[in-house]
Each structure stands twice: as structure tokens, then as C-alpha cells.
């Protein structure tokens, strides 16, 4: 089990990047990031702050603003020198795309060190 510490900032650190995300708030995404976070898509793997948001964050949720909500959030554990937390989304754009997709974030020290996203 995650120490009580990890739990809520892992919470927190998720909570705000995906309300950011929310809000196509790109400063506060960046800063939400380690530097050399990693985040799988569906396969589709990008290494970085800088090509994360580009390549994915900018792109497919930013500039067709899209908007997730939280369906589910499992328990935070520990993993990897950080906590893990996997957390269900419905996420919708207004040109109608929906998905139903989970991610599975690593958080250290309050930053989002890696993200694997799959779709349900």
C-alpha cells in the first residue's frame, strides 16, 4: 500500500492535470509533467515534456478541446520510486468524438513521471 503521503499527492497531481487538460491550460500541463515523463497510447509511445504535449496533450485534446470525466479511480500503490493510480475516463470532444479510456500514471514528487493510456 502507498504510504498516506504518496496517496493524495499522487490524487492531487493527477486530478490537476486532467482539470488543465480540461481547461486546454498548456502552461499548467507543462508544469504538471517531469521533464522526462513517458506516456504510452495505445502503443503509441512519446518521451518528454516537450513532445508528450505535442505530439499527444496539444493534439488530441487541447486543440479539439476535449474534456475527460473521471468515472473511476482505483487505489493509489506504490511503484517504481512513486505511487501508480489508474483512473477511468469518458472523454468527449465537441466534433463527437467519444472514447471510454483508462490511464495509469506513475507520480513522483508531485509531478506525472509516466502515463499508459488504453482504450476500453
Known sequence: MAEPTEAPEALRAVRGFIAAANRGDVPALRAALAPQVRIDMAGAVHTGRDEVLRAFFVRWVVRPAG???EIEAGPVRPADGGAALTVRYDFRTPQGLV???TYTYLVRG???AAVTGRFV
Do not use: M, P, Q
Open 110 to 112: 508531485g509531478e506525472i
Open 99 to 101: 472514447e471510454d479510456i
Open 67 to 69: 474534456r475527460y470525466r
